[in-house]
């Protein structure tokens, strides 16, 4: 079955970078668009930022654009979000998501604390 796992989350300062790797398996992983999106406290999930199957196409959130960068290596069935100039208002559980059928399919999260 789809199995995503999210990695590479901890605490950070303010200014400081993470990557967040997202391994997958289970589906064609090259067939499908990938998303990240984040959960902070109190707040309903939002998108963060999705790209195409073949990497060619990326969109991102108003909030995170020139900050943060999504790309995958499909021979290592891997998406990967690269989080630059980070804030404490990015502090957050980040998801990834398989876009495949009409619900998509969920890694289990990993913890972003931006703090100092």
């Known amino acids: 079955q789809v199995q995503l796992v999210e990695s590479g989350g901890g605490l950070v300062q303010p200014g400081g970078s993470l990557r967040l790797p997202c391994a997958a398996s289970?589906?064609?992983?090259?067939?499908?668009?990938m998303s990240w999106y984040r959960q902070a406290p109190g707040k309903e999930r939002e998108l963060v930022t999705t790209i195409s199957n073949a990497g060619g196409s990326t969109s991102s959130a108003v909030s995170v654009k020139g900050r943060f960068t999504i790309s995958r290596d499909n021979a290592k069935n891997t998406v990967y979000l690269q989080m630059n100039s980070l804030k404490p208002e990015d502090t957050a559980v980040y998801y990834c998501k398989a876009n495949i059928g009409p619900f998509g399919s969920w890694g289990q999260g990993t913890q972003v604390t931006v703090s100092s």
């Open positions: 289970g589906f064609t992983f090259s067939r499908y668009g």
